[in-house]
C-alpha cells in the first residue's frame, strides 16, 4: 500500500514570496490533515479536511495560509505572503473517515523562508 | 486549555539500560492518548493508542501505560536503532495535540 506523498520535500524562499505544498493520500482515505512541525516542537494541526469539506481550521492562519481539497483526495497548502516564522516542516497526514488513531504521514515539506 | 508536557526534552541511553519516557497532559475530556515515534526527516508513525487510566499496551521493548494524568513510555533494554524522537499526543476535539516531544539516543 503506498504512503501519503508530499512535495516538494525541501524548499527555500525569500520572505514574501509565495509556495505551494501538495499531498496526496493514502486511497481511499477521508481524512485529510495538514500540520505545521517547527523545529524542536511537536506537529500542529492547521486544518482538516473530511473528503473535500473543512472540518477544522482554528489554527490556520487565514491571513496568509490557504488550502484545498479538490475531489476529496489530493490537496495543496499555499501561504502567500511568506514570513521567516513560517520555516518548518509541513507535515500531511490521512486517515479513514476521521479515525484519528490511525493517521499516517507523508514525509514532509521543510521549508526555509530567508 | 489543553497541554501536553513531555519530559525529558533529551535522553542517553546505553544499551540495555531501561528507562521511561513521560507524557502529562490536561484536557478536557480525554478521547484517547497517543505515542508516536519520529525518525530524522520522516514524519511521525503510529506507534500506540490508549482511552483509559489503567489501560497498557506493549509493541516488542516499548509499553505504554496511563493514568488519569500521564502517561509513561516504558522503553526495556534498549538497541540503538530505538534512537528516535518520541510524541506523546492527545485527542481534544476533532485535533490532535502533540507534545514537543522526547529524543531518545541509544548508545552501543
Known amino acids: 500500500e503506498a504512503g501519503v506523498a508530499q512535495s516538494p520535500r525541501y524548499k527555500i524562499i525569500e520572505k514574501r514570496q509565495s509556495v505551494a505544498f501538495w499531498c496526496n493520500p493514502i486511497?481511499?482515505?477521508?481524512?485529510l490533515y495538514w500540520y505545521q512541525q517547527i523545529l524542536g516542537q511537536g506537529p500542529k494541526l492547521l486544518i482538516q479536511?473530511?473528503?473535500?469539506?473543512?472540518?477544522?481550521d482554528s489554527q490556520l492562519p487565514k491571513d496568509r495560509f490557504s488550502a484545498e481539497r479538490l475531489k476529496g483526495v489530493d490537496s495543496t497548502l499555499k501561504i502567500q505572503p511568506a514570513k521567516l516564522e513560517d520555516s518548518a516542516v509541513y507535515l500531511c497526514?490521512?486517515?479513514?473517515?476521521?479515525?484519528?488513531?490511525?493517521?499516517?504521514f507523508g514525509p514532509g515539506t521543510r521549508l526555509t523562508v530567508l | 486549555e489543553d497541554q501536553v508536557t513531555q519530559s525529558p526534552e533529551a535522553l542517553r541511553l546505553q544499551e540495555g539500560e531501561s528507562s521511561s519516557l513521560n507524557c502529562s497532559y490536561t484536557?478536557?475530556?480525554?478521547?484517547?492518548l497517543f505515542w508516536y515515534r519520529q525518525d530524522p526527516g520522516k514524519g511521525p508513525e503510529f506507534l500506540f493508542t490508549?482511552?483509559?487510566a489503567g489501560e497498557e499496551k506493549e509493541k516488542e521493548r516499548l509499553k505504554a501505560t496511563l493514568t488519569k494524568k500521564e502517561s509513561f513510555l516504558h522503553i526495556t533494554a534498549p538497541k540503538p536503532e530505538d534512537s528516535a524522537t518520541y510524541l506523546c499526543?492527545?485527542?481534544?476535539?476533532?485535533?490532535?495535540?502533540f507534545g514537543k516531544g522526547t529524543t531518545l539516543s541509544v548508545s552501543s
Open positions: 497526514a490521512s486517515s479513514p473517515r476521521a479515525r484519528y488513531n490511525e493517521q499516517f
Open positions: 486511497s481511499g482515505h477521508a481524512t
Open positions: 479536511f473530511q473528503n473535500n469539506g473543512v472540518v477544522d
Open positions: 484536557v478536557s475530556g480525554l478521547r484517547g
Open positions: 490508549l482511552y483509559s
Open positions: 499526543a492527545v485527542q481534544a476535539g476533532t485535533a490532535l495535540i
